[in-house]
């Protein structure tokens, strides 16, 4: 379709092919009613391309049919979709609006270009209407071109910070209408996007961020870039009206233009602006990862498409076992709606894998549901068909069987901080970035850094920031400037806070129950201080994850400790998720106000350090008493039993503090016994004076 095509939907020259099942049959009017077809209900073994004969029927659109009627009802999203000329109407008309915000249909639409409308929930009375943008950077990539505008960018204008997200990309806060093209136009023209970071469609393609030159690394992440430029939308519409029609782009890959033109299992919408997606996308977002062999940094099983590379004895990538079927959004009092995990499909050869997921995603596109978008995602078509249907319906687009799932070794969760071998003689440097946002002195700091030794970055799913690139002569003078910044080694941050994610939540959220990101510093300080009371070391930790609603950004559904908002100042704790990220938790309470965390937390973490097997995590030991006998554990608790009165002469209860403090005490020509006695000395005098006077 035209570049030119961005005009009002009333102009009646501006119309849109109508298909056929996958054929086109003629000019529809942008604003037509079209009748759809469910495709839901024909067995696996039948031909998902066929379709009615009624030359009003488009395909990609499945929704259960009511008795006695022909119409299937449809979502306000999916209409918005049909009628928006391929994301550009009526958006492009909204932003040339005078008024702070724009209207529905350009609210949802503009998702797809990347950013979400918002208003700041803290300021009562006018709305102060705001977007959100985020970048789509598969496998966190960054180079340090963009980097340096994204910073530039938040100060100048959005709210003065940088969001790291679960999905290995940055958020922007705050930008106002009569910005947003600007802002949009510099990402793209400093080598980055924003299409496709939200919306109906694939959203960024994770990967391993740990930027090591091993072949397996190395194919994972063009893999991973593969598939996201093959899931790209085509149409232009993101092009149009951001950069005004210029096409800011470098070439493809020849094997990625190749599978998505290839239509020989009728996938593709044939001479459609968008041969993959056609008119109406995906029924919800679709998430994608893919990695190593015992590498789980990106939560491989929740998505919807988990993807597995496997090498030969030589350590030469043959081909990827895949999983479907993950996703963590629900919602709360629907027990129709659950968090669930991947499950094995099959294993390809590696030169298929694009051909395989596009088979996937098609089958997905023309059988998830399109009236109720809580049961929109694969997870629900999966759970409802089972995998073996699912597993033809899919094969049909493929064009082949797939082959037995390859055995695996356990999966390992991996946060690569701190400085490591990239394997080509650099080194890089993982930083802790609490719940991922960078401002203040961190922020003027990382800029410096990034600007003076134009290094590249890499963004991970855990919400923290990787360093490439980095010669062995700036690794001193860039660690104390990372210190003096807060940026400290891993091994002097608190180890609850390492692993521990929150969602962004209030203000800006609009689907925030409770806090997540601001609540979260004090929340791990009182968890810190349970840990203490109970006796439990300070280098032991749990796996904790906060979110102010149900639809899980932060994953607190895989999480040891999972808090998910419910209420104001109220939570559903979950428990029994696994360091690994591989176990599901399960909702132990609900309605748990903030303030009562302790009377939760305080038996639970007690009887774990006392009736644990050895080497036993919080979550698996959850599991194993089972909830039961946990919620009694709850309710008889009286408080800690009284210790035997006596004097502790242990000064260091783990090796991590002893380590820093002797550290610490070498500058000083002491042993770490005497820094830490005066240290303590000095403390108790202090007090004693201070009640003297």
């Known amino acids: 379709m ?9 102009d009646s020259a501006v119309q849109m092919h109508r298909f056929l099942g996958l054929r086109p049959v003629g000019l529809a009017p942008l604003r037509a009613s079209v009748r759809v077809a469910s495709v839901a209900s024909l067995p696996a073994s039948s031909s998902s391309s066929s379709s009615s004969s009624s030359s009003s029927v488009i395909s990609a659109v499945s929704t259960p049919i009511k008795p006695g009627s022909s119409e299937v009802k449809r979502s306000k999203v999916e209409l918005f979709k049909e009628q928006s000329n391929f994301l550009r109407f009526p958006l492009n008309e909204e932003l040339q609006s005078e008024t702070p915000n ?46 340096l505008a994204m910073d530039d960018l938040a100060d100048e204008f959005g709210i003065g910070t940088l969001r790291l997200t679960t999905r290995q990309t940055f958020q922007l806060h705050g930008i106002l209408k009569t910005n947003l093209k600007t802002v949009m136009s510099t990402i793209i023209r400093s080598m980055g996007s924003t299409l496709g970071a939200c919306g109906d469609l694939n959203r960024n393609v994770l990967a391993p961020a740990a930027p090591y030159e091993k072949k397996e690394y190395l194919f994972a992440q063009e893999t991973a870039d593969n598939i996201a430029a093959l899931l790209t939308p085509q149409s232009g519409a993101y092009y149009d009206l951001w950069v005004d029609g210029e096409k800011i782009m470098s070439a493809e890959p020849p094997e990625v233009v190749e599978a998505r033109n290839d239509n020989s299992h009728g996938t593709n919408f044939p001479d459609s602006p968008e041969p993959i997606y056609g008119t109406q996308f995906l029924p919800r977002k679709f998430k994608i990862a893919v990695t190593v062999p015992t590498d789980n940094s990106v939560d491989i099983l929740t998505n919807d498409i988990g993807v597995v590379v496997i090498s030969d004895s030589d350590g030469e990538p043959q081909g990827f076992n895949i999983y479907v079927g993950g996703g963590m959004g629900r919602t709360h009092r629907v027990e129709t709606t659950f968090p ?13 894998i694009l051909y395989a997921i596009k088979a996937i995603v098609v089958t997905q596109r023309e059988n998830g549901r399109r009236d109720d978008r809580k049961y929109s995602r694969m997870k629900y078509l999966i759970s409802q068909w089972g995998i073996d249907k699912f597993r033809s319906a899919v094969e049909q687009y493929y064009g082949k069987k797939f082959e037995p799932f390859r055995d695996l070794p356990e999966w390992e969760f991996k946060d690569y901080l701190g400085w490591h071998e990239q394997g080509d003689g650099a080194m890089f440097c993982g930083l802790h970035v609490d719940n991922g946002r960078i401002g203040g002195k961190m922020k003027k700091t990382l800029r410096e850094i990034i600007e003076k030794y134009n290094l590249n970055v890499r ?3 855990n919400q923290n920031i990787i360093l490439c690139d980095i010669r062995r002569s700036w690794r001193r003078p860039i660690t104390t400037a990372l210190a003096q910044a807060g940026l400290l080694h891993p091994r002097y941050v608190d180890p609850l806070n390492l692993t521990a994610m929150a969602c962004p939540a209030l203000p800006l959220c609009p689907l925030a129950i409770t806090e997540a990101e601001r609540g979260i510093p004090d929340f791990l300080k009182r968890v810190r201080a349970v840990f203490d009371k109970v006796g439990l070391k300070y280098n032991e930790s749990v796996v904790i994850r906060v979110t102010g ?16 908002g419910d209420g104001p100042n109220s939570y559903q704790i979950w428990l029994g998720g696994t360091p690994n990220q591989t176990s599901l938790a399960q909702c132990f309470m609900n309605k748990v106000k903030l303030q009562d965390l302790e009377k939760v937390l305080e038996p639970l973490f007690y009887n774990w350090k006392r009736k644990r097997l050895q080497g036993e995590s919080f979550g698996t030991f959850a599991t194993r008493i089972g909830f039961e006998k946990l919620q009694e554990m709850v309710e008889k608790w009286d408080g800690l039993p009284e210790p035997p009165s006596r004097m502790n002469l242990k000064l260091f209860a783990d090796r ?31 007090q004693q004076n201070g009640k003297s006077e």
């Open 549 to 564: 609603c149900p639809n899980g950004c932060a994953r607190p559904y895989m999480a040891e400790l999972g808090l998910v």
């Open 459 to 461: 963004l991970t799913p």
């Open 102 to 147: 724009i209207n529905e249909a350009a609210t949802q639409l503009i998702k797809f270009h990347g950013s979400y409308q918002q208003t700041n929930r803290d300021e009562r009375g006018v709305k102060s209407y705001q977007f959100m943008l985020r970048t789509k950077n598969p496998c966190g990539k960054v180079h340090n071109k963009l980097y």
């Open 656 to 686: 991590p503090t002893y380590e820093a403090m002797d550290e610490l005490a070498r500058l000083q020509n002491k042993t770490a016994h005497q820094l830490a006695m005066e240290v303590i000395r000095n403390f108790v005098s202090t």
């Open 340 to 352: 669930r995990l991947g499950e094995p499909l099959g294993y390809v050869p590696k030169e298929d």
């Open 2 to 10: 035209a570049a030119t095509m961005v005009g009002s939907a009333k």
